[in-house]
């Protein structure tokens, strides 16, 4: 049976290819939807994509990623957790206590804007951190994944 790669999506990301272009792109979630497709579909993994604009709803994601987990059958997470990255004590706890091996990911390189978004609460419980790289930084991180 195939591991799964679990990929996350934040608030507003549903709004890519609209939303600040110059900063995050002309791609849409579908386009990063094909893209993990792809990359999945060359290591072998099955892929679960979500967006969601609320919290909870990723921390439960997270926690049904770690039930795969405890029976052997996720690869890792990619999350995107967006504006929740510098503000979600819950999306921590959610990672710690499931262990799920996850890949912080930005599109944009957070450390060269504004000063609040250097700031990850989810960074302590990564095991890699990714930003910069656009849309294609979930391909990398999926590439990575396959690695672990």
Same mark, same amino acid.
Request: charged share 15%; proline share 3%.
């Given at each position: 049976?195939?591991?799964?790669?679990?990929?996350?999506?934040?608030?507003?990301?549903?709004?890519?290819?609209?939303?600040?272009?110059?900063?995050?792109? /002309?791609? =849409?979630?579908?386009? #990063?939807?094909? &893209?993990?497709?792809?990359?999945? $579909?060359?290591?072998? +993994?099955?892929?679960?994509?979500?967006?969601?604009?609320?919290?909870?709803?990723?921390?439960?994601?997270?926690?049904?990623?770690?039930?795969?987990?405890?029976?052997?059958?996720?690869?890792?997470?990619?999350?995107?957790?967006? /504006?929740? =990255?510098?503000?979600? #004590?819950?999306? &921590?706890?959610?990672?710690?206590? $499931?262990?799920?091996? +996850?890949?912080?990911?930005?599109?944009?390189?957070?450390?060269?804007?504004?000063?609040?978004?250097?700031?990850?609460?989810?960074?302590?419980?990564?095991?890699?951190?990714?930003?910069?790289?656009?849309?294609?930084?979930?391909?990398?991180?999926?590439?990575?994944?396959?690695?672990?």
């Amino acid at each position: 049976m195939p591991q799964t790669v679990y990929v996350l999506n934040g608030p507003n990301l549903n709004l890519l290819g609209t939303r600040e272009p110059g900063i995050y792109g /002309a791609q =849409t979630l579908d386009d #990063v939807r094909q &893209l993990c497709e792809v990359a999945c $579909t060359r290591h072998g +993994l099955t892929l679960a994509f979500h967006q969601s604009n609320h919290e909870g709803q990723l921390v439960d994601w997270i926690h049904e990623a770690g039930r795969l987990h405890a029976s052997g059958g996720l690869a890792g997470v990619v999350l995107n957790a967006a /504006a929740y =990255t510098h503000t979600s #004590v819950a999306l &921590l706890d959610a990672i710690k206590g $499931t262990g799920v091996p +996850l890949v912080e990911l930005h599109i944009s390189n957070v450390h060269a804007r504004e000063p609040f978004r250097h700031h990850s609460y989810i960074a302590t419980a990564a095991r890699a951190v990714m930003c910069g790289f656009g849309v294609a930084g979930y391909g990398l991180a999926i590439d990575a994944i396959a690695q672990w």
